[in-house]
T-cell receptor, first 113, second 114 residues
Framework: DADVTQTPRNRITKTGKRIMLECSQT?????MYWYRQDPGLGLRLIYY???????NKGEISDGYSVSRQAQAKFSLSLESAIPNQTALYFC????????????FGDGTRLSIL | DQQVKQNSPSLSVQEGRISILNCDYT??????FLWYKKYPAEGPTFLIS?????DKNEDGRFTVFLNKSAKHLSLHIVPSQPGDSAVYFC?????????????FGKGTLLTVNP
């Protein structure tokens, strides 16, 4: 069983639609993250959360919002999707403290037409 | 501006030989570095890390070398195996090892030929 589960794994939708990507984890980690990966680029941080009451913007938060419903759940929303948000999205978790590696889900491939 | 650079988009080696993947960084405040491996249709998985107080860290077939004066690190895989074929990302945390804001390189696709 995956420790970090992302749903859906693939999604095709139209411009202007609202989309939610979900992430759940069984690792018991406090910290959760959302990244996007575009072809030829590394992963870029969208939002991160240190605990249920702590949400922080990352490098590219415009056009996105998040919700930390519980320690184990962190969802990413696109309120009004646009084609340049077509990308591969990854959720990650880590323990609190310094130098803790992040553990990633298998990604959601999102296509916006 | 890219703070973590992987200038080789791809690398091809023969099975059994050494693979050397390179990474350069510009931010002298980085004090911890990580390598991740990514297979198609899967998320990145943590491979090995190194603190700036060391110049080498070894884990089985994988060794990471850090040259702080050159702001350069490299990942050595010896011997390379076909199952090592993947994209390798170099990453560094932005804030003194808090590891909450990783900056990733663009990745290097390693192909190990049988």
């Amino acid at each position: 069983d995956a420790d970090v589960t992302q749903t859906p794994r693939n999604r095709i939708t139209k411009t202007g639609k609202r989309i939610m990507l979900e992430c759940s984890q069984t690792k018991g980690h406090d910290r959760m993250y959302w990244y996007r990966q575009d072809p030829g680029l590394g992963l870029r941080l969208i939002y991160y959360s240190f605990d249920v009451k702590d949400i922080n913007k990352g490098e590219i938060s415009d056009g996105y919002s998040v919700s930390r419903q519980a320690q184990a759940k962190f969802s990413l929303s696109l309120e009004s999707a646009i084609p340049n948000q077509t990308a591969l999205y990854f959720c990650a978790t880590s323990q609190a403290g310094g130098n803790q590696p992040q553990h990633f889900g298998d990604g959601t491939r999102l296509s916006i037409l | 501006d890219q703070q973590v650079k992987q200038n080789s988009p791809s690398l091809s080696v023969q099975e059994g030989r050494i693979s050397i993947l390179n990474c350069d960084y510009t931010n002298s405040m980085f004090d911890y570095f990580l390598w991740y491996k990514k297979y198609p249709a899967e998320g990145p998985t943590f491979l090995i890390s190194i603190s700036s107080i060391k110049d080498k860290n070894e884990d089985g077939r994988f060794t990471v070398f850090l040259n702080k004066s050159a702001k350069h690190l490299s990942l050595h895989i010896v011997p390379s195996q076909p199952g090592d074929s993947a994209v390798y990302f170099c990453a560094a945390p932005d804030s003194g090892g808090s590891n909450y804001k990783l900056t990733f390189g663009k990745g290097t696709l390693l192909t190990v030929n049988p």
